[in-house]
């Protein structure tokens, strides 16, 4: 079992909380993007029960628990936003299909940073591992009077 120097423990520390910083990052892109699926299905929810109403009137939230019976005044098209602020207006249909693309590109992005966030935390788990076994390395030293271990370099310098 090879020795850890107090150089090498604080350097895993040091990455050990680099990870966690890291890891927080994805954790709150992952929730973005759950976030945004959600509302997008939410959207095509709303967009479907739009189209099925014969009359066009919906009820439109304004925020603190209240709502407005509203009218729509051209039920079969959409204004979507499509990237970079830029609004097309769109059938209701296509609208749909635009929204469950999004959706799809969601998923998959979402995939994509969970594998990531995943492979963070193995190497975090890793690095803990070390650190937790170069501190039981100094107890034990310490318990059996052993100076601690410092870097080869300094010993030779003595």
Do not use: C, W
Request: negative net charge.
């Amino acid at each position: 079992m090879e020795q850890i120097d107090q150089r090498e423990l604080l350097a895993l520390e040091q990455y050990l909380k680099q990870y966690g910083q890291q890891a927080e990052i994805f954790a709150s892109q992952l929730e973005l993007l759950e976030n945004g699926r959600m509302e997008a299905l939410a959207a095509i929810e709303a967009l479907k029960g739009l189209q099925e109403s014969g009359d066009g009137t919906v009820l439109l939230q304004v925020g603190g628990g209240a709502s407005v019976r509203a009218k729509i005044l051209d039920p079969q098209n959409v204004l979507i936003n499509i990237g970079a602020d830029v609004i097309v207006e769109r059938p209701g249909s296509e609208a749909v299909g635009f929204l469950e693309g999004r959706i799809t590109e969601m998923e998959a992005s979402e995939k994509k940073v969970a594998e990531t966030l995943d492979r963070l935390r193995a190497q975090m788990n890793e690095i803990a591992k070390r650190i937790e076994m170069g501190y039981q390395q100094a107890v034990s030293a310490e318990q059996a009077g052993i100076p601690p271990s410092r870097p080869a370099k300094e010993a030779d310098e003595e």
